[in-house]
């Protein structure tokens, strides 16, 4: 099946879609903030350029979108119906690039931590929660 838009329209959805500031990392940036951690962003001296870094925690968090990074099992992850094979490429080289970083990063003794997307929706996120939790108990005294 081809495309059901026009190339022209087509170049101009894809401009439209942020790889960083995305609304999913602005929630996870504003809720640690709030928490009083501060984070550098997207350190392209580690392996994948983590959304954000926390150096004094030896943490990492990957933000990841669903349907980017083929988040299987979530209903916002739908294969395409147009260029279904080149999108399945697309995704699997994405988690392959994904599975690679996070090993790179945890040799290097980094903590990895990857929230998704759908983990977002709603006030206090489970997977926020936790994760102020676990950086919490790495607080030195």
């Known amino acids: 099946m081809t495309d059901v838009h026009q190339p022209h329209i087509r170049s ?63 209903r916002y992850f739908v294969i395409p119906k147009t260029r279904t094979e080149w999108w399945l490429h697309k995704i699997e080289s994405n988690k392959k690039k994904d599975r690679s970083n996070r090993d790179r990063l945890r040799r290097d003794g980094w903590t990895v931590y990857e929230i998704w997307e759908c983990e977002l929706r709603g006030h206090d996120s489970p997977a926020l929660v936790d994760l102020v939790i676990d950086l919490k108990k790495k607080e030195i005294p």
Not at 16 to 38: A, C, H, N, Q, T
Not at 45 to 59: A, C
């Open 12 to 74: 101009y959805n894809m401009s439209r879609i942020r790889s960083k500031d995305s609304k999913p990392e602005m929630i996870v940036r504003r809720y640690l903030f709030r928490k009083g951690f501060r984070f550098r962003l997207h350190v392209k001296s580690l392996p994948g350029k983590p959304d954000l870094v926390l150096k004094k925690y030896r943490t990492v968090i990957f933000v990841h979108g669903c349907f980017w990074h083929g988040h299987e099992g979530c």
